[in-house]
C-alpha cells in the first residue's frame, strides 16, 4: 500500500513562494508518475502540475513560468515550487501518484493567497 504526505502549506502574501513537498512509502515510487491537483472552495479539483518517472514535465497555462514540479527518487519526494503566487492559487493542493491502472492520494496541504 502506498501513502503519501504532502507538506509545506500555509499562508503567504501574494506575490510570495512557497515550496510544497509529498513524501511517498513503498518501493514504487521511482517508477511512478507524479502530479499535483487543487480544489479552491466550491470549485472542483483541477490538475495542476505533472511529473513523468524519467522527469518529464507538464504544467497547467496559468502557472507556467511561476510553479516548478520536481521530483528526488532517493527521497521517495516530489516537489511543487511555487512562486509569484496569486490569490487565485490559493486551495488545498493534493499529490497523487499514478502507476499502471492505480492511483494514490495524499490527504491534501492548504495553501492560502492573501491579496
Known amino acids: 500500500q502506498v501513502q503519501l504526505v504532502e507538506s509545506g502549506g500555509g499562508l503567504v502574501q501574494a506575490g510570495g513562494s512557497l515550496r510544497l513537498s509529498c513524501a511517498a512509502s513503498g518501493s514504487i515510487f521511482s517508477i511512478s508518475a507524479m502530479g499535483w491537483y487543487r480544489q479552491a472552495p466550491g470549485k472542483q479539483r483541477e490538475w495542476v502540475a505533472g511529473?513523468?518517472?524519467?522527469?518529464?514535465?507538464n504544467y497547467k497555462d496559468s502557472v507556467k513560468g511561476r510553479f516548478t514540479i520536481s521530483r528526488d527518487n532517493a527521497k521517495n519526494t516530489v516537489y511543487l515550487q511555487m512562486t509569484s503566487l496569486k490569490p487565485e492559487d490559493t486551495g488545498v493542493y493534493y499529490c497523487?501518484?499514478?502507476?499502471?491502472?492505480?492511483?494514490?492520494w495524499g490527504q491534501g496541504t492548504q495553501v492560502t493567497v492573501s491579496s
Open positions: 511529473i513523468s518517472s524519467g522527469g518529464s514535465t
Open positions: 497523487v501518484l499514478a502507476i499502471t491502472m492505480s492511483e494514490y
